[in-house]
């Protein structure tokens, strides 16, 4: 993707009416749905390639995806896919999964599929004596996908709404979290009375031994019967992030790649722009709003003068539970993923006998993985005849002293071979379950807590942030609004859990505020059509917007 450059233009285009910091995909969902209002926008990126978490990389004839394991709401009716067909034409394809995840360990193998009953059948058939409370448990999942099936309908933030439509909001969250509020409690060292409610078979509970709350083991299974998994597009995730940067730069709107933003500029409370440096040149952005889609620690603790954020909220932010992030091992193959026993489903593999803690400890010996064939689906990614892993391992970035980095983070030879031991112990694991497997490595990449932080600059390389969890509603730490005005968060800090469904409702809630101020009657319109209320084709019409532009066909060969 090339690179606006600003020293190829005047002063005057350093002027916009909103700067983006960030082009994951809430940065540049925020940004896109902003363009085709005709608002000036900018996006600034640090790295040299938009996407975030998305962005993937390319090795030697082998695409991969960093941070995908499925993605939900991208269906044709789906909430992504709502915003995304307004936002431009020709938005990436999603096709649904039959197959989606695979419990195994050395005692049991489950498959969960979009005909969950099956699964649900073959655990009676295992532990009758729990008959009730499996069918009971799985009722309690339907229920908790049918709030989901029904997601678009809170998509909108309250700070998008006037009083009567907040008043209506607070009741559709109320349906919406009606089926999960009773197992909010069930996490930690609770999660067990969680599955007692449900099963007296300590057998039962192995399957779901690695999750740390009873809403994990449900909600799965309640997307399942909804048939809410998808498959990224053809090309890999990064195909989003391009074709919203496309879409972007379709307006005239222009993207700063390699460019890092060292100060939000604030007079007397209210945000006037960014300081930025890019090529070595020291850049001053003006803006009237700026939507930070990026890491919330940084924007309170380094991008803001001190004082601005208070110690309260800074520590609320700080005791706030986020997810972990990852040890993640991309593999390329000299043959194909299904030659060696992969399918399209997600491998949950774990370990007989050991604690939940275990689980989720970073330990390779003893750490749940996660593993995907994104090959399998999509033979683009690999050359012919060949495949792709990628493994994922729960990991931290306090472990091995900061992956043998220290307290300033450099990376040495010590580093590089901590993770290349990691790496080893990882598919020695694999090559128990699937024989055969190391011999069919070509290479592999390896990436720690370490390389997320570095190419997201996401706190402690965190793969979603905050947590859903009970301490963090009652925080509130999840917010659109900054106590500096105009300045507001749009990327997945914005709201609680992650995920691109996420990251697409805060980038577009957070345009919707600023709409909301600027562009009233557009900003109405917009929440008309996400309300069903005006269809995409009214929406093209309407005059308060730009058109969606031509078919846009990104270029995923790089």
């Given at each position: 993707m090339k690179q606006f450059d600003p020293f190829m233009d005047s002063v005057h285009s350093l002027q916009f009416d909103v700067i983006v910091i960030g082009s994951g995909v809430g940065g540049l969902t925020a940004a896109a749905l902003l363009s085709r209002t005709g608002i000036r926008v900018a996006v600034l990126e640090k790295e040299p390639r938009v996407g975030g978490y998305l962005a993937g990389f390319k090795r030697k004839g082998f695409r991969f995806d960093t941070a995908i394991h499925w993605l939900n709401q991208c269906s044709a009716t789906g909430s992504v896919s709502k915003v995304f067909d307004f936002i431009g034409k020709d938005p990436p394809s999603f096709k649904c999964l039959e197959k989606i995840q695979r419990y195994k360990s050395e005692s049991i193998d489950f498959l969960l599929t979009n005909n969950p009953d099956?699964?649900?059948?073959?655990?009676?058939?295992?532990?009758p004596d729990d008959k009730q409370g499996i069918i009971r448990f799985f009722q309690k999942a339907k229920k908790i996908g049918a709030s989901f099936n029904n997601f678009k309908t809170v998509l909108l933030a309250a700070e998008t709404m006037n009083l009567l439509s907040r008043i209506k909001n607070i009741l559709g969250l109320l349906r919406f979290g009606l089926p999960f509020i009773p197992f909010i409690p069930y996490s930690g060292k609770r999660m067990e009375k969680?599955?007692?409610?449900?099963?007296?078979?300590?057998?039962?509970?192995?399957?779901?031994?690695?999750?740390?709350?009873?809403?994990?083991?449900?909600?799965?299974?309640?997307?399942?019967?909804?048939?809410?998994?998808?498959?990224?597009?053809?090309?890999?995730?990064?195909?989003?992030?391009?074709?919203?940067?496309?879409?972007?730069k379709q307006h005239g709107n222009p993207l700063f790649l390699n460019t890092i933003v060292k100060r939000i500029v604030i007079e007397n409370g209210i945000v006037k722009g960014v300081e930025a440096s890019c090529k070595g040149k020291e850049l001053l952005f003006?803006?009237?709003?700026?939507?930070?889609?990026?890491?919330?620690?940084?924007?309170?603790?380094?991008?803001?003068?001190?004082?601005?954020?208070?110690?309260?909220?800074?520590?609320?932010?700080?005791?706030?539970?986020?997810?972990?992030?990852?040890?993640?091992?991309?593999?390329?193959?000299?043959?194909?993923?299904?030659?060696?026993?992969?399918?399209?489903?997600?491998?949950?593999?774990?370990?007989?006998?050991?604690?939940?803690?275990?689980?989720?400890?970073?330990?390779?010996?003893f750490s749940a993985l996660s593993i995907l064939a994104p090959s399998h689906k999509d033979h683009s990614l690999a050359p012919e005849g060949k495949g792709t892993l990628v493994v994922f391992m729960p990991a931290y970035m306090h472990q091995y002293d900061q992956w043998h980095t220290g307290a300033g983070i450099k990376r040495g030879e010590e580093y590089v071979e901590l993770k290349n031991r990691i790496a080893e112990k990882l598919i020695e694991r694999l090559e128990l379950v699937y024989p055969g497997l190391a011999a069919q490595i070509l290479f592999y990449e390896a990436a720690t807590p370490v390389t997320h932080w570095r190419y997201t600059g996401n706190k402690n390389g965190t793969m979603m942030g905050t947590k859903p969890n009970k301490s963090n509603m009652r925080s509130g730490v999840a917010r659109y609004k900054t106590p500096v005005k105009n300045l507001l968060i749009g990327g997945h800090w914005a709201e609680l859990g992650g995920g691109v469904p996420i990251a697409v409702k805060a980038g577009t809630n957070a345009a919707l505020i600023v709409l909301k101020e600027q562009l009233p009657v557009a900003c109405q319109k917009i929440i008309g059509y996400f309300n069903a209320k005006l269809t995409l084709d009214e929406m093209n019409r309407a005059p308060e917007f730009k058109g969606p532009g031509q078919d846009l066909k990104v270029d995923t060969s790089g």
């Open positions: 099956e699964f649900k059948n073959l655990l009676i058939k295992t532990y969680g599955l007692n409610k449900f099963f007296s078979n300590k057998k039962i509970h192995d399957v779901f031994s690695s999750e740390t709350d009873l809403l994990s083991c449900l909600v799965p299974i309640g997307w399942a019967y909804y048939n809410d998994y998808q498959t990224p597009p053809p090309g890999g995730g990064q195909v989003i992030p391009q074709w919203l940067a496309s879409v972007i003006k803006a009237k709003y700026v939507i930070a889609a990026c890491d919330l620690d940084t924007v309170y603790s380094k991008l803001l003068p001190e004082g601005v954020i208070s110690k309260k909220m800074i520590n609320r932010l700080n005791t706030a539970e986020i997810y972990a992030s990852s040890f993640t091992l991309s593999i390329a193959l000299n043959c194909s993923a299904a030659s060696l026993g992969f399918g399209e489903e997600m491998v949950h593999l774990f370990k007989d006998g050991i604690s939940k803690d275990l689980h989720n400890s970073g330990d390779p010996d």
